[in-house]
Structures are given as C-alpha cells and as structure tokens.
C-alpha cells in the first residue's frame, strides 16, 4: 500500500489592514491597550519638546462599519481610528475618549505620564498607543497563553486585586531586602546594616513586564536582591552585586546641582566594597538615559569591565561612561587609600583599567531588552562562571567571547527572564513565609 504524502498547507499571506502603510505591517487589533490612530506629526525636534501639528491631508469620515473604521472630529479635522476586530464597536467608541485625550496634549507624553482619565502612557508604535488602564487586563486572553505559567499566576493575582475596588495607583507589591545584602536604605541615606530595607513595586512596573517593555529600576533591584542570595547558595562567593537604586546617569552627571547624588553614590560604592573587599567581583546596574549596562569591578585585576548589549560598531562615537567612571574611580581611591584596602597594585593611587567594549551577548537592534540581558549576565556570572581558575584578563575576555559567539535567540532569552521575575514575586516576594515579604500588596510609602 502506498503511503500517503501530507503536505502542509502554507501560511496566508498576512492581511494589511486597507488603511494601513504596507511597509508598516499590519495594525495589533488584538492588544487590547493598544490604540491605533491616525497620528498628527511633530515639529522639528525630539519626540519630547515637539509640538503637535496635524498633517495637510486627512481622510474623510466614511463610517464604514465593515472594515473597522471609526471616525473622530477634532478641532475641525478627522483623526482615523481603527476599531479592533476582536472587540465589540461599543469599546472601539468608548476607547476614542481615550485617544482623543493624547492628541489634546501640548507635547509629546513621556513614557508613565498618567492621561486625564488615569491611563498612563507607555509606548507609542507608529499609529498606536500603548497605555495602561489600571484595573483593566494588562494583557490579551491570546497573549496570556503565550506568557510563562508563572506570570500567569500572577497576572490572577493582580485582577483579583483590581476586582476588590482597591485603588491600584495608590498600591504596590512591598519588597523587603534582608540587612545584611548592603542595600542603600533611602529613608537613612546610608548602606543599612541594623535594620532591613523595603521598596515597593508598582503595578505600572509589573505592566512593563508583562508586556515586554523596558524594565525599570523596582525590577532590577528585585533580580539583584535574589541573585545576592543566590551567590550564597551556590557557593559562588566571588561574587557582590551592589543596588543599582544610585547609579543612574541623570543623578551622577557633571550638574553642580548634583553633586550631593554623585557624594551619595561614592560613599555608598566605598562602603560595599569595603564591605566586600575579599570578593574578586563587585556587579553594578547602571541605567544610562534609557539604555541598561552590567559593571564589573575586578579587585584583583583593577580592572572594569562594561558589558554593553548595544555595543558601538566600527565608527560610531562610544557612549559617556564619564559619570559613572568618575564614581568608580573615587570610591576605588577611597577604599584603598584612606580605608587601607589591600589594592591590585603596590601604589595606592594607581588608577583602575576600563575597558567599554567588552565581548557579551547583544540584543536585537531597536528593541528594549537592555534590562532582560542584563538580568541575563548577572545570572549568568552567579550561575555559570568561575573566576577562580581564570587569573588574567585575556581567560576571562576568553571565557565570554565564547559564550557570546554561541548565539541565541533572544525571544527565549527575555521570556526565561519574565518566568524567572514571575516566580520570584510570586513564591518570594507574595508569600509571608519568604525571605523577601515585606507585607505583599500594601499602600505606597510616602
């Protein structure tokens, strides 16, 4: 008997919406925070001072009910919206309000500005908005199957709290930080050493998550809290992962203004390697306008590694690691200088080695996942590397380098990020026998 071929059918070639720029793909009817409109167009300028101005043409309203398109008068001209096929017209007409609300602003929203009608605004692609309704879905049903069973869990944890009629914006997911981590206590203005340090997560933070936007600091300072006590439990003590709640270049820049920030972040990075002087690597998280870096401070080598996902290529101008080298540099001093630190080097002020163009894994161009892999080498240098058989700076450079002409696929890589933040939270930080349970779902502080 001969046996029958089964051939699979092709795909479908995509259906481009009839009112949308083919190069542009087609609108994501099925996100439901998504609001896809016909934009008005900026001055000259960045996206954040410039002006609204609507385009010469516009469509006419046509009220064409079987191809999704909803007309909406303002200020004399008609801005298109495209309804959402997966949703009734009763939303699409409800949503417009919404809309309507952006386009009346003066400027361009930044990212978590809140709307008058208590969205917040998080993400604009092309023609659409992406916002966040507290109380509403941070996500679709079709793209809750795509999430991790842990976010999952936690995604029910988050509607059962908005179905109780609790004010979310005054909420957030309080995390406590054992005392001997040497967190930066904000309410002390010092490294806590006698009593433990909370901060709280908002649920704006968990919808950037969710919706795989660039992590905030709340986040990060969460991964770094768990992956301190990891190093204690795989044996891994080499390793110091400092709070990145200091490091930010907006506070540590040259700005007269900000030279108590820049004196705060010195004294707290003196303290912690002080504190952890017998380590052979102090980690740093360091938010540079936007965009997330991994610092490795190498005591034995006097050496600082910066593993930049977004590395400059050929031409292209380096990024100004000035502020951040500056604090380096004078807590390195400090330490060895006037704490009597054993350094690398018999002089006491012999300067530290940077190197900005370290070999690591590099995330897709124009995406926002600077946070997930830096999340990545963090676990990645508790988890998989070894530094006491490699003594010199090539073995280590070696050592990356090889992971990093692997290959991956970075759509694996985030979604194992976004199942190990969501197990976290919900088995460590949501669950009162946990090291990390500062009282779950409380009022914001302050």
């Not at 479908?12 to 083919?22: L, V």
């Not at 679709?140 to 609790?166: F, W």
Request: glycine residues 8%; hydrophobic residues 35%.
């Amino acid at each position: 008997m001969q046996a029958k071929i089964l051939r699979r059918r092709p795909n479908p070639k995509p259906r481009i919406h009839p009112h949308q720029d083919p190069s542009l793909g087609e609108p994501q009817h099925n996100q439901p925070c998504w609001r896809a409109v016909q934009v008005p167009c900026w001055d000259a300028g960045p996206p954040e001072t410039g002006q609204f101005r609507f385009p010469e043409t516009h469509e006419k309203q046509k009220g064409d009910r079987r191809q999704g398109k909803q007309g909406l008068l303002q200020g004399g001209e008609t801005v298109v919206f495209y309804g959402k096929t997966t949703k009734d017209r009763a939303a699409d007409r409800r949503n417009l309000g919404r809309v309507a609300d952006i386009l009346k602003m003066p400027t361009h929203p930044r990212v978590g500005d809140r709307l008058p009608d208590g969205s917040y605004f998080v993400d604009m692609r092309f023609s659409q908005f992406l916002l966040f309704h507290p109380g509403e879905p941070m996500v679709t049903q079709d793209d809750m199957y795509r999430l991790p069973r842990e976010m999952q869990e936690l995604h029910d944890k988050y509607m059962n709290v908005a179905s109780s009629g609790a004010d979310l914006q005054n909420l957030e997911i309080r995390v406590r930080v054992p005392k001997h981590y040497g967190f930066f206590d904000s309410n002390m203005g010092e490294i806590e050493k006698e009593n433990d340090v909370t901060f709280g997560i908002d649920f704006l933070d968990l919808f950037h998550l969710f919706n795989r936007k660039c992590l905030n600091n709340a986040i990060l300072r969460l991964w770094c809290v768990h992956y301190t006590r990891e190093a204690y439990r795989v044996k891994q003590y080499g390793m110091a992962i400092a709070d990145p709640l200091l490091f930010n270049a907006t506070l540590l820049g040259p700005d007269p203004l900000l030279a108590e920030s820049r004196r705060l972040a010195i004294e707290y990075l003196t303290q912690f390697i002080l504190k952890h002087r017998d380590h052979h690597f102090i980690m740093i998280l360091y938010h540079l306008h936007g965009h997330w870096v991994t610092i490795a401070i190498c005591l034995d080598m006097g050496g600082v590694t910066y593993f930049d996902t977004l590395r400059r290529k050929g031409n292209e101008p380096q990024r100004d690691f000035g502020p951040i080298k500056y604090v380096i540099d004078s807590a390195y001093r400090d330490a060895v200088k006037w704490y009597e630190m054993t350094g690398f080097s018999r002089n006491p002020d012999a300067p530290l080695r940077h190197n900005f163009n370290f070999p690591c894994e590099q995330q897709p161009e124009g995406s926002v996942s600077c946070g997930y892999y830096c999340a990545h080498t963090i676990q990645q240098m508790i988890n998989d590397f070894k530094p006491k058989g490699k003594k010199t700076f090539k073995e280590v450079r070696n050592w990356f380098l090889a992971n990093a002409e692997l290959g991956h696929n970075s759509k694996i890589l985030v979604y194992e990020i976004q199942k190990d933040i969501g197990e976290i939270l919900n088995k460590e930080v949501l669950k009162s026998s946990r090291d990390y349970y500062g009282g779950g779902i409380v009022t914001k502080s302050g």
